[in-house]
């Protein structure tokens, strides 16, 4: 029996004992892969690509067991982290948070764009700490703007270049309803910020008022 009920074994499909390391990571055999990762004879490269498998096929078990095994290569674990957030594997996103940069770009996006442009906001909750600030790419909004995925979009607002996701969907007629989502967000986080604006303004005149009222009732004029 085949751990990923989902994808039925080929009819030729080799017993486990046989099955190589990659295969297994493929396929999800979790103790097949425990088995020969702990091998000493076995290449780090034939571990790192069973691992890379594993993340593509959302084997986060098998994913943890390689590991410790894998060579302290940040490049690998980068692209692992692209790989994960793009097919929405959250659980290995986790464990991949720790080895790789998630600030780390890749044929222009970061993981935490490439999991809010494909719609994955599980992923995209997990990496949002990592994210910086503003960052110029807004392509991950305007794609959840042409989703109408109101979720996304506010994780990715506060992350994104907004004037440039709605320029950018501005561009193309057919976009118009998405740019208006962004537009009216905007609106709205502009008139909360004004109106948190005045009411600081407001507090902080009534708590000089005060002062000057406790100041002049103490006041003990000189005899």
Same mark, same amino acid.
């Given at each position: 029996?085949?751990?990923?009920?989902?994808?039925?074994?080929?009819?030729?499909?080799?017993?486990?004992?046989?099955?190589?390391?990659?295969?297994?990571?493929?396929?999800?055999?979790?103790? +097949?892969?425990?088995?020969?990762?702990?091998?000493?004879?076995?290449?780090?490269?034939?571990?790192?690509?069973?691992? !890379?498998?594993?993340? !593509?096929?959302?084997? %986060?078990?098998?994913?943890?067991?390689?590991?410790?095994?894998?060579?302290?290569?940040?490049?690998?674990?980068?692209?692992?982290?692209?790989?994960?957030?793009?097919?929405?594997?959250?659980?290995?996103? +986790?464990?991949? $948070?720790?080895?790789?940069?998630? !600030?780390?770009? +890749?044929?222009?996006?970061?993981?935490?764009?490439?999991?809010?442009?494909?719609?994955?906001? =599980?992923?995209?909750?997990?990496?949002?700490?990592?994210?910086?600030?503003?960052?110029?790419?807004?392509?991950?909004? =305007? %794609?959840?703007?042409?989703?109408?995925?109101?979720?996304?979009? *506010?994780?990715?607002?506060?992350?994104? *270049? $907004?004037?440039?996701?709605?320029?950018?969907?501005?561009?193309?007629?057919?976009?118009?309803?998405?740019?208006?989502?962004?537009?009216? !967000?905007?609106? $709205? *986080?502009?008139?909360?910020? =004004?109106?948190?604006?005045?009411?600081?303004?407001?507090?902080?005149?009534? =708590?000089?008022?005060?002062? +000057?009222?406790? %100041?002049?009732?103490?006041?003990?004029?000189?005899?």
């Amino acid at each position: 029996m085949t751990p990923n009920q989902q994808n039925p074994l080929p009819s030729n499909f080799p017993p486990e004992h046989e099955l190589s390391i990659d295969v297994a990571a493929c396929w999800g055999f979790l103790e +097949r892969v425990k088995t020969l990762a702990a091998k000493e004879t076995l290449h780090a490269g034939h571990k790192a690509a069973a691992a !890379r498998l594993a993340v !593509r096929h959302g084997h %986060s078990d098998i994913l943890r067991v390689l590991l410790p095994y894998l060579p302290s290569y940040q490049n690998w674990a980068n692209v692992a982290l692209m790989t994960a957030a793009s097919y929405g594997h959250a659980d290995c996103v +986790r464990l991949l $948070v720790d080895v790789a940069d998630p !600030r780390a770009v +890749r044929d222009g996006q970061t993981a935490l764009e490439a999991a809010a442009q494909y719609g994955h906001t =599980q992923c995209a909750r997990i990496l949002l700490p990592y994210a910086e600030p503003k960052r110029l790419n807004s392509l991950a909004l =305007q %794609s959840a703007a042409l989703r109408n995925d109101q979720e996304m979009i *506010d994780l990715m607002y506060t992350v994104s *270049d $907004v004037d440039a996701a709605i320029d950018a969907l501005k561009r193309h007629p057919e976009n118009t309803e998405a740019w208006q989502r962004l537009a009216a !967000r905007k609106a $709205v *986080d502009t008139n909360h910020n =004004q109106q948190v604006l005045r009411d600081t303004v407001n507090a902080v005149v009534a =708590q000089i008022k005060k002062r +000057r009222a406790n %100041s002049a009732d103490n006041f003990v004029p000189s005899s």
